[in-house]
């Protein structure tokens, strides 16, 4: 199989795993047609758009397409993927590939660990989103009801293949959104010098840059450094939450009309208003990261949200301790705190100030 780039090993409590980097999607399939006792849950748009390409693999194993809806990852997708798994007489030997972004990872990684107390699974993400975040870690989550992932589990891979020729076709929407998780990360842990080259890089050549292979890269390996010290988010892992408190707030009160990413981004500008607010951060480079995220993260929803309806959309989130939520603020590019912070009229005020004055978020 040729290489695009050399693989990536991760350290994980449920066994070691690499993520590898086939150069076309031929080295892809050929990788996938050896993974021995197969069935696939696939992408139904996306087996669509590469049928000729999967054509030995779709042709060969069973197959289960699904549409990538937040509707479909629920208890009822993952039924759905259960009752596959028995049709398809799967055994305790059997492997599952997945194929397609995170919605679908959740679905695929979901059934296979609870199906016959777990069965190895392979996945080949095909979002930005997928190859740049959720496609090492083990996490998982299914929505219920109208909130976000709160049913989830921490199930390795037992492997993961990037091929970004996926990328071709991907919407520029969903490249955008891949990005919100890219800055979060650039932002998360280490070199501040991360976030001024992704800013750099995106500010005079857009998305679909050069650069964009060596930022799902580095973004991995900043997830990389965090997983391999707290893989169950017992406390460091926490931090991977940066932006996602109210991002998961503001996509379910508009219904996901948002995509993932961009909540993410404006969850971050958020985050990062309310350490300004803290005395955290400081001013210059929460200006500095607000303007790159104003110009490339805006976006138009159907109706405004207000404060009161933001802080109550966060009070299901799973950082909920004690009636207080761990709020991951920034500190400066590359480093993060998670300070618990009081529902009180403090933060609401707060919040509202953001939103009458910074939102990128109409």
Same mark, same amino acid.
């Given at each position: ?37 197969? @069935? ?10 590469? &049928?000729?390409?999967? &054509? ?114 991907? &919407? ?49 390996? @900043?997830?990389?450094? @965090? ?136």
């Amino acid at each position: 199989m040729t290489i695009s780039q050399p693989f990536l090993p991760i350290k994980s409590g449920q066994g070691d795993y690499q993520v590898d980097f086939p150069a076309t999607l031929a080295d892809l399939t050929g990788a996938l047609l050896a993974v021995p006792r197969a @069935v696939v849950v696939a992408d139904r748009h996306l087996a669509g758009l590469y &049928a000729d390409a999967l &054509a030995p693999l779709l042709s060969t194993r069973p197959v289960l397409l699904l549409d990538a809806t937040e509707e479909v990852k629920t208890p009822a997708g993952v039924v759905r993927a259960w009752e596959f798994f028995q049709q398809a007489d799967a055994t305790k030997q059997t492997a599952v590939i997945v194929i397609g972004g995170g919605i679908i990872q959740d679905i695929g990684q979901f059934a296979a660990h609870n199906y016959y107390r777990g069965l190895r699974w392979h996945y080949v993400p095909t979002t930005l989103l997928g190859m740049a975040d959720s496609c090492i870690g083990a996490k998982c989550g299914i929505n219920l009801g109208a909130f976000k992932n709160q049913l989830g589990v921490f199930h390795s891979p037992a492997r993961v293949l990037i091929c970004l020729k996926f990328l071709d076709t991907l &919407a520029d929407t969903e490249v955008r959104s891949g990005y919100g998780e890219i800055l979060k990360l650039l932002l998360t842990r280490g070199d501040p010098g991360l976030f001024a080259g992704l800013r750099d890089e995106v500010n005079a050549r857009g998305f679909r840059n050069p650069r964009l292979a060596e930022f799902i890269r580095q973004s991995l390996e @900043v997830k990389k450094g @965090v997983i391999e010290e707290d893989e169950y988010e017992r406390d460091l892992r926490r931090i991977l939450n940066y932006g996602h408190t109210f991002g998961h707030a503001l996509e379910a009160i508009t219904h996901h009309a948002i995509p993932h990413g961009m909540a993410v981004a404006w969850g971050v500008d958020l985050a990062n208003y309310l350490s300004l607010r803290a005395g955290l951060l400081p001013e210059r480079d929460f200006h500095e990261i607000h303007a790159f995220i104003a110009a490339h993260w805006g976006w138009r929803l159907p109706h405004p949200v207000g404060a009161e309806e933001l802080v109550a959309g966060t009070q299901r989130d799973k950082k909920i301790v004690d009636g207080r939520i761990n709020l991951i603020l920034c500190e400066r590019p590359g480093a993060l705190r998670i300070v618990p912070r009081s529902y009180d009229a403090g933060l609401l005020e707060d919040v509202d100030g953001y939103l009458k004055n910074y939102n990128v978020i109409g």
